[in-house]
Structures are given as C-alpha cells and as structure tokens.
C-alpha cells in the first residue's frame, strides 16, 4: 500500500508486502479540508481495499505513538483511497499536520501503517496577516519605461531566544526571491503564480527554521516588475496595476512556548539603484555586476544610503496560497553548435525551441557589455529572426565587475527561442558560455506514449515540449512574443489530453479559479485569463473551457470538490449565454474556427467563406455541448432543479441548431465544412439515422477533397480524431496524424519545428502571427493517442481511472503502441503489437480499480491470457462479443492477452 496527499503524487517504500509512496510534503495550503489520498499498491490480481483508517497528528512524536490528535479516522468501511477529505480537529495559520494511514483488504488483512507524509497551512484567515504592503510609488519612471529597476528590500531582527520553528509567508508583487542571513530561501523562479492581482494575491510559504539563528538575523528580498508592473500600451493595451510591493510575514516560535511575528513595515529598507538596472518579461533584464550589493540580505550590511521603504496600498485581491507546484528551472540544455554570420556576434543553437533563458559564462573588463538575444528561428543570413516577437525586446544585457570568471542568470524575465544571438562578449566565447535554462511549471511528468511510427513519436515529443514552454501558473498561448496570454479557446477541451502529459490536475483547477475570479457580475467569462487583456466578447467557443475544464478533471481524478467551487460560476455564465440566445441559436462569436488552413502561404486566416465554419454554428454546438455538462455537473451535485433546466434548454437548442443548419436533402450542414460537420457529431447533435450520413461527408471531405489532411482550426481540431475513430474511422485520423505535407504536424516536423507552431503555414506566414510555440492546433491528438489508439480512458461513471475503459485501437499501419499514465489510483499501461493477424495485449491496472479490456479478436475463442484460455483466466471475466472485439472485466494486475484478430 502507498500514500500520496493530493494533489502531490509520491515515491515508493516498502511496508510489508505492500508498497507505500507518499509525496512531496505540501507546505503553506489553504485550505481547512485538505484531501488525502494514497496508491494500494500490490502484485495481486483483483485486489482492492475495504477500508481505511487515518491519523493525522500535531507532532511526529504524537502520531508515532499511533495517536491522532487532529483526527483519528477510526476504520473506515469504505474503497475510498483518493480525495479523502480531511475531517478532523479545525486548523489554525501556520500548523504542521503529520499522518499516515493503513488499509484493510478484501480478506480483511490489514496493512502495516504508511511511512509517516505531512502538509502544512499556511495563513487561513485574512484578519491573520499583520504585515503591511510596502514598496516605493510612484511606479512610472517619467520616460514611460517598462524596464523598472528591481527593488531591494531589506530588514534586521533579533531572536533573543532558541528557535524551534520558524515559517515565512510573503508574497512579492509581481516576482520575488526571498533570502535569510544570505541564503536564497526556496527554488521556485518567478514567484509567486500570476494572478488577476486586485481579485486575488497569491503567497508563498516556506519553514525556514534552519535558515535562522538565535541572536541577529537579517531577510532581503528583491523584487521584480512581473505582471504586475506591466504598462505595456502596445495594442491590447495591458493591465497594470502598479509598482512593485512586498507583504512578508515571519513567524517565529521559540523553545520556551513564546511566539513573535517580524512582518513587513515601513521600519524595513528598500534600495532601487542595485545591480537589475531595469527588469521586464517581455523585454529583458539589464544587469550591472558593478552594481552588487555584497551581502545585503546577511546581518551587519551598511544600508545607511538606502532609504526607508513606503507604506503602499494593498493590491486588492484575497491572500491564497497557490496550491500548484512552482516555476523552476527544470532542465539544462546545452547548445549544440556555434556560427559567427557577422565579426562579433555570436549565434548558438539550443536544438530545442523552449522557454527559459540562459546562464552566461564571461571573463573580461570591467564595463564591458555583453548582449543576449534570443529567437526561434535563423534567417537565411545566419542572423536572428525576430520579426514574430512584435514588440517584446527578448535582450538581456550583464555589464561585468571585471577579475575572476564571472556567471550570471537572469531573474525576472523569460524568452521563449531556440537561437541565442551573443555579442559584446570579450574574445571568442566558447561552447560553455551559455547554457539554457528551462523554466516551467515544475510538473511531474504523467504519462509515456511511443508507437512504432517515429513521425507520430516525433509529433509526440514537439506537444511536449510545446505544452511544457506554456506552463507557467497558467497556461499560455505562447513564450517569445508580446502576448504569452492564457486564452481561453485553445485548451477547453485540449487541457484533457495533456494531463496525460503532466501531473496537471493542480494547475487547471487553479486556472479555472482564476475565470471564477475573472467572471462579470452578469455572468460573462472574459477570453483571456487571468483578463490582463481584457476581452469580454460573449462568445461561447473560448469562455467555454469555465465549463468544459472541471468535467475533465472529474473525469481523470474525480475532482468533486472543484466542481463544487466551480459550480456556481458554470451555472452563472450557463445562464447568461441562454439570455444571450435569439430563437435558441447562440449568435456571437469572435475567433471563428480560429486559424483554419489558409489557401494561399502568406495569409493567416482564410478568405474563402467555404474554407470558414459560421460562427453561430460554432456558439450554438458548443453552447449546446456546455449545458450538457451543466446538467450532467448539476446531477453530480444534487441540484434536480438546474439539471432539468439546463437538459430542457439543450434539447431547445438541438432543436433549433437542425432546422436551421442541417440541410438534408445533401446531408450536410451549413455551407460544409469539416467543424461543422465534427462539431454536431462530436456533442452528438445530429438526428438519428442521418449520423453514418453525416460522418460519411466528413470522410469524404478528409480523405478526398483534402486528400487526407484536416481543413479544421483549433475548435473543430479538439474533437476530430476521436469523433472519427468513435464511428469506426480511426484509419482516417491516423492518416491526419502521419501527414508530413501542408496542412498536418508533420508538415511542421518535416520542416525541422522541435514544437508545434500557430499556424498550419507557420513558415511562410505573415510575421505578425506565426509563433513557433503555440499548442492550440494540438486539438486531440494527444487524448486520441492514449484513450483511443493505446487505449487508456477514464470512465465518467466511476471517475479517477477507479474504472478505465480499454479499448486499444490498432490504426493504419501502426505494428506496436505503448502507452502508460500514472491516475492517483496508479500506474495504468498498455501496450500492444500487431503482427499479420496475430494481436497481443500487455495490460497493468492498479490495485484498488477495475477495467473493461477489449481485444480485437474474431471470436471469444480467439483470446488467450496467459497462455490459457481469456474466460477461465484468474481474474478475468468474458463479458460479451462487441464490433470485432471480444470485451473482458479484469481487477487489478498485469495481464498478458492474445488474439487472432480475423482480419
Ligand atoms: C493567440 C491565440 C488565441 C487567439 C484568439 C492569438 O493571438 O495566440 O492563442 O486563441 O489570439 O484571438
């Protein structure tokens, strides 16, 4: 057996016969009822747990002792093992909550405890933060620019008596770094989460009890523009919403029972003529060693030049602990070759587009000014190409102190590139003067897919990497240009296949948070969230991931108690786009089927209308797919009156959707193409009886007119593949997937894209849109890979992967796949091999769930598992004939199928 506490999944130890994994130990949460969760983890086919019993504890002591002080479960009849919600003794600010758990199984056998796993609170109350904002106003420098000098901030204390914990909470707007007595205090980069800052604050908490000493002690934090100082007036003009400030709050508890709170005050000193000259995302950060203060954040500095830091305005929004794993550096990339294409400028390639920046290495003078550059791609000349960056400088500049080998990375800035352009550097620098660093969400990789077609490994390997340089607290549409905005349409239903990528449960939730903080009083979801672009459009395609999101993420981790806190906003903006409704079709729209394949290689967007899905066929289908969830989400909830209400408005809707656009005499709808035929099939809209029809003019658009390449934008894109592959066409959309011609991203691959582009002509298009790192034409493929081709799906009705749906379905000429993802259940494989007819099936399910397995076969007598016949198998249950697959019920454990497949 093993232990996790959510969201955080764990590593392995032994206990007994059953394994036991328990996480990284979450500090600083907010919330009173935190869920817990833990992997039954065993060898043993069809085991499973009965019950459980846990102790949560205010000491380690206290719960080796096997006493839960906080809340001692009892033994609990009941299989839960994941989003167990916390029901013990109220906790207050800054506890340390220790506990463990052990479990009964189906014989009634009762596991040895679990290794001991901890989380901590952090502030609960907003009447508990006693600190005060401090900074230095005004913001705005008279030459109105974005690149602010970096403050620094710094404060003495004296401890007169032992410490025996010592926890910090703080929150620097927009990104901070936190040091004690010299120290850098965490690893997280920049911190904290982005957030629409006068609706809601995130802070960060760290225990720093060994970072303190008995007698003095001194805190430094530095802080940086961030979102938060963003005056850019470029079209959309930005939100900003101020100057830099801090809010700190220490907390200090001593051996003798005492306790004493330093926080932030206008007693604290603040410096902004340090070495970051001006700091900015977009543009850069400009950093003079010269300039160093050398040991400001230990006891003992000289700040007598340093002035006293204001008292500045609270920015507005609630305190929240993230509750999402930190930005960090999460690789080191090392570039892969040199060229000088002019005297004194250096061009090195990374080999990998990412988002990130670069660590430099330089010995010189003092006063020399070494320039970084940064670009996803080169031009013929050798020379940067920067024409798709629009106004973002991408330029860090480091002017040397002089003396010993000098190393410096910046800190508040992020460049999203391939291509680093060096010049000012003194001589000929090296391969290792820079190296890259890559930052993102530092999430846990969730899932492994690889298949016997390289182009679809390749394809596999650009999502990744496309899907990791936009996790950054939010997902972002883009790192390199001037934008890097959280648009809404491009993930709706796109989020779902890359959770199979990252462990991202926690960053989703925290996003659709952020559109419930975004959300008007009239109900209305902004396009862009957090709304620092604030677009308010009443359109239902890019506002709909508020509703289409929590109905992933129940699917895959069974996440009630977000679709509970969501619930309210769904139900509001559910209900202000029926308002909106004009004889029951759903009108506005902005973005169309956003970038749809263009005839002609410069253009960005389409000109031909038959090329175009109408946008109130877009709305309508997508309003219509909303309510559905809405009645579904009510269900799960209890509340019999909007299910009703929320059905009965989608059957109006579907009514109103045919007579206006289904045209039956050619089965087809609206002007056909192909969204708006995926659309209607997708969310199950067309009329019984014409669906094999309807489907059958999508084929035929794909497979003749576009000679098997998609016509589709980033709407219609998110629901193809799968739509296909549900009506047996799963030939078609792996003909999509392997395409290496204009439109398809193999078209990308073949062209040397170690990401995935914004445009399906991302090479030729006009610069204006053609980012080299965009994920929003990813559409399905990643969810089709694994629930449909590998055949790994979570069961709505049994949510988490408790119960997974396997249907592996071989595809064009695929000879293998393998696929695995990590549930909170635990790991979850699959992994199948074609051979003429010969088809053989290697599954694992975790202890503590169940599957449904189909194996293609001619025949139930065609199946073997382990070698003996599939239906007397241990564990395995031959439950019907279905298509041309024979469909078992299997327990946990690994099995081992094999058919003739007949064909
Ligand atoms: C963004 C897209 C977004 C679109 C909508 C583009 O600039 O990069 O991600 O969905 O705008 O207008």
Known sequence: ?????????????????????????PQGIDTVNPRLGWVVDSDVRGDAQTAYQVLVASSPHVLDRGTGDLWDSGKVDSPESIQVSYQGQPLGSMRTCYWKVCIWD??????????????????????????????????????????????????????????????????????????????????????????????????????????????????????????????????????????????????????????????????????????????????GEEY????????????????????????????????????????????????VSVAEPSPGMFVYDMGQNFAGWCLLRVKGPPGQRVS??????????????????????????????????????????????????????????????????????????????????????????????????????????????????????????ESRGEAYLFRNNALYAKWVQDMADAQRADGAVPDVCPAYWPFYNDGVTWPSSIAIIPGALMDQDADRYLLARAYPAIAKWL????????????????????????????????????????????????LYHCLELGARYAKILGNAEDEKLFAAEADRIKQAFNARFYRKDLGQYDNGSATSYILPLAFDMVPEGERQRVMGRLVEKIMKENNGHGSHGLVGGQWVNRVLTRYGHGDVAYAMATQTTYPSLGYMAARGATTVWELWNGDTADPSMNSGNHVMLVGDLITWLYEDVAGIAPDADQPGFRHVLMRPTPVGDL?????????????????????????????????????????????????????????????????????????????????????????
Not at 5 to 22: I, K, M, N, Q, S
Not at 179 to 198: F, K, T
Not at 242 to 258: C, I, T, V
Not at 579 to 588: C, S, V
């Open 575 to 622: 209900n202000h786009q029926i308002g909106l409704l004009k004889d029951d079709i759903a009108m506005r729209d902005t973005y169309g089927d956003w970038c749809e394949p263009p005839e002609s290689p410069e253009l960005i967007h389409s000109k031909d209308p038959a090329r175009k899905t109408a946008g109130p066929l877009l709305s309508t289908t997508y």
């Open 815 to 903: 000879k293998s796949v393998r696929a695995a993802y990590r549930s909170f259940y635990g790991l979850i494989s699959s992994e199948w091999k074609l051979d003429g007819e010969a088809f053989t099936l290697d599954v694992t399910v975790p202890a503590n769930a169940t599957a449904t397995v189909y194996v293609p076969a001619a025949g139930e007598a065609a199946v073997t598992e382990s070698a003996g016949p599939a239906s007397q198998a241990d564990g395995v249950r031959f439950l019907r004939l279905e298509g041309a697959a024979a469909v078992y019920e299997i327990g946990s454990g690994s099995y081992h199928f094999r058919s003739t497949t007949g064909r």
């Open 1 to 25: 057996m093993a232990v996790l506490l959510w969201p955080w999944l764990a590593r392995a130890a032994t206990v007994g016969d059953l394994r036991c994994e328990h996480l990284v130990d």
């Open 288 to 335: 003079d060693a010269r300039r160093e203060f050398a040991d400001w954040s230990s006891p003992g500095f000289h700040d007598a030049s340093w002035q006293r830091a204001h008292a500045v305005e609270a920015p507005g929004g609630v305190m929240s602990a993230p509750m999402i794993d930190p930005i960090r550096v999460t690789a080191a990339i090392k570039p």
């Open 372 to 493: 970084l550059r940064f670009a996803e791609r080169l031009r013929d000349d050798g020379t940067l190409y920067v024409d798709n960056l629009r106004s973002a400088k991408v330029t860090d500049l480091y002017t040397l102190k002089g003396g010993d080998r000098e190393t410096h990375e910046p800190r508040f800035t992020l460049h999203g590139f391939r291509y680093v352009e060096v010049t000012g550097y003194p001589g000929k620098p090296g391969m290792d003067a820079i190296e890259g660093r890559v930052v993102n969400d530092d999430l846990e990789r969730a899932g492994e897919f690889a298949c016997s077609n390289p182009l679809i490994n390749q394809i596999y390997r650009n999502v990744v990497w496309g899907v990791r340089s936009n996790y950054r607290s939010i997902p972002t549409d883009c790192p390199q240009r001037d934008e890097r905005q959280g648009w809404l349409g491009d993930r709706s239903a």
């Open 106 to 283: 189906q014989r009634g056998n009762a596991s040895a405890w679990s290794r001991p796993a901890q989380w901590s609170t952090g502030i609960l109350e907003q009447g508990d933060w006693k600190a005060k904002w401090i900074g230095l106003d005004p913001a705005a420098p008279a030459d109105g620019s974005r690149r602010l000098a970096a403050r620094w901030l710094r404060k003495e204390f004296a401890a007169d008596k032992k410490i025996s914990r010592a926890t910090v909470c703080y929150s620097g707007l927009g990104w901070s770094e936190l040091y004690l007595n010299g120290e850098r205090i965490g690893n997280e980069v920049l911190s904290p989460a982005l957030s629409d800052y006068s609706k809601r604050v995130f802070y960060v908490t760290h225990d720093v009890s060994s970072a303190l000493v008995q007698g003095k002690n001194a805190i430094g934090v530095v802080l940086g523009n961030g979102r938060f100082f963003a005056p850019r007036l470029d079209k959309p003009k930005t939100v900003t919403y101020g100057a830099p400030k801090l809010l700190l709050q220490l907390h200090l508890e001593y051996e003798d029972g005492s306790v004493e709170d330093v926080t932030s005050d206008t007693t604290w000193k603040l410096s902004a003529d340090g070495p970051i000259v001006a700091n900015n995302e977009y543009d």
